[in-house]
């Protein structure tokens, strides 16, 4: 599978801003997919998974009410809504597919996920 991600760039805080990820390559609707990001010298964070129905999603606390994470299968994509993005949301964000092989609030662990985009970069100014 290949991902690739878009729709980063710089955004006030309260604003909104939507990443996208399109994947290729193998059967979409067979993976769950998920979101997570990264600052320099910090490790990557998860922020969002959704399963390959698009029927189950789970969040991290710090983006829980403010994040969005949703999936279009016919379009073999997967979607990030920030709303009322803060500072601290500024980071790299990565997109991933997982295989289906457990239940969906351990694909909240990195090494659930075999393929990862490239990254997008989100500012939040203040």
């Known amino acids: 599978v290949q991902l690739q991600a878009s729709g980063g760039g710089l955004v006030q805080a309260g604003g909104s801003l939507r990443l996208s990820c399109v994947a290729s390559?193998?059967?979409?609707?067979?993976?769950?997919m998920g979101w997570f990001r990264q600052n320099i010298g910090k490790e990557r964070e998860f922020v969002a998974t959704?399963?390959?129905?698009?029927?189950?999603?789970n969040y991290a606390d710090s983006v829980k009410g403010r994040f969005t994470i949703s999936k279009d299968n016919a379009k073999s994509t997967v979607y990030l809504q920030m709303n009322s993005p803060k500072p601290e949301d500024t980071a790299v964000y990565y997109c991933?597919?997982?295989?289906?092989?457990?239940?969906?609030?351990?694909?909240?662990?990195?090494?659930?996920?075999?393929?990862w985009g490239q990254g997008t970069q989100v500012t939040v100014s203040s």
């Open positions: 991933a597919a997982g295989p289906i092989r457990s239940i969906l609030s351990n694909y909240r662990r990195r090494e659930m996920y075999d393929y």
């Open positions: 390559g193998r059967t979409f609707s067979s993976y769950n």
């Open positions: 959704i399963s390959w129905s698009g029927g189950g999603t």
